[in-house]
T-cell receptor
Framework: KAGVTQTPRYLIKTRGQQVTLSCSPI?????VSWYQQTPGQGLQFLFE???????NKGNFPGRFSGRQFSNSRSEMNVSTLELGDSALYLC????????????FGPGTRLTVT | DQQVKQNSPSLSVQEGRISILNCDYT??????FLWYKKYPAEGPTFLIS?????DKNEDGRFTVFLNKSAKHLSLHIVPSQPGDSAVYFC?????????????FGAGTILRVKS
């Protein structure tokens, strides 16, 4: 069974631009969560989606948004990029609500210049 | 407020010996705990988990112990192998408020020397 895939793997953007990252969960997994990893803050939860609905959101500004499609694939968007948004963005999938074991993709490394 | 803490930034162990990684949590509402291993430039890999109704869970060389009264869990790797060298993250989950959200510790770098 294929794992979680994320595209693109690497991205360089300029301050003020916006970016969209994509995630395809493991087949059969219906819950998708996004995390940001930075050297200073570690792994921080961004949001969680299940059945195309956002179930939970972390403490990030409104510039960070996401959505989930009917096939469970998910995208996250960051608008008006700031230098501090440079990070590894990780997507994780699980079977569904209450299934805490999440399986991570390789991440998208975003660099904002 | 750091709800999940891994107080040892790094640990060095000889090949074949036991590695013990520790994790403390402050929120008594957490009821599920997980350990992940992470190599550079890769996503975290799920290793083992434990529910709060248990105090021990084993999977091959990996055993997780949970002490609810002390709000402490540990991961034992026996025997340690050079391929185990990675960053290990402890994570906690649980309560309806959190959904499937995982709260991670800062990680411990494990180096297994051959």
């Amino acid at each position: 069974k294929a794992g979680v895939t994320q595209t693109p793997r690497y991205l360089i953007k300029t301050r003020g631009q916006q970016v969209t990252l994509s995630c395809s969960p493991i087949s059969g997994h219906r819950s998708v969560s996004w995390y940001q990893q930075t050297p200073g803050q570690g792994l921080q939860f961004l949001f969680e989606y299940f059945s195309e609905t956002q179930r939970n959101k972390g403490n990030f500004p409104g510039r960070f948004s996401g959505r989930q499609f009917s096939n469970s694939r998910s995208e996250m968007n960051v608008s008006t990029l700031e230098l501090g948004d440079s990070a590894l963005y990780l997507c994780a999938s699980s079977l569904g609500v209450g299934y805490y074991e999440q399986y991570f993709g390789p991440g998208t490394r975003l660099t904002v210049t | 407020d750091q709800q999940v803490k891994q107080n040892s930034p790094s640990l060095s162990v000889q090949e074949g010996r036991i590695s013990i990684l520790n994790c403390d949590y402050t929120n008594s509402m957490f009821d599920y705990f997980l350990w992940y291993k992470k190599y550079p430039a890769e996503g975290p890999t799920f290793l083992i988990s434990i529910s709060s109704i248990k105090d021990k869970n084993e999977d091959g060389r990996f055993t997780v112990f949970l002490n609810k009264s002390a709000k402490h869990l540990s991961l034992h790797i026996v025997p340690s192998q050079p391929g185990d060298s990675a960053v290990y993250f402890c994570a906690a989950a649980g309560t309806m408020e959190y959904g499937n959200k995982l709260v991670f510790g800062a990680g411990t770098i494990l180096r297994v020397k051959s």
